[in-house]
């Protein structure tokens, strides 16, 4: 099975949508990066409560969103 897209590079929608699908790689080795430099300081980091709970909260709801947005890193970076 293959897939093509085409685009128009001269058409600005079109242009967008091209840089989107070209750097969708990085996007999601960016996300994939801070959920795990948030998993690093929640689980190895010397914190005080309350940063420890904000910090958890803060990748509840990263992953909170991705999900939301069907986003699973795993099938997209595997």
């Known amino acids: 099975m293959k897939a093509t897209l085409e685009f128009d590079l001269d058409q600005g929608q079109d242009k967008a949508a091209h840089l989107?699908?070209?750097k969708a790689l990085s996007m999601a080795v960016t996300l994939w990066d801070?959920?795990?430099y948030?998993?690093?300081l929640i689980k190895y980091g010397e914190l005080d409560d309350i940063t420890y709970k904000a910090?958890?909260?803060?990748r509840d709801k990263l992953r909170e969103i991705m999900s939301e947005n069907s986003i699973?890193?795993?099938?997209l970076l595997n």
């Open 38 to 40: 948030l998993r690093g």
């Open 34 to 36: 801070m959920d795990q």
């Open 72 to 75: 699973d890193l795993d099938e």
């Open 20 to 22: 989107r699908c070209v």
């Open 55 to 58: 910090l958890e909260e803060t």
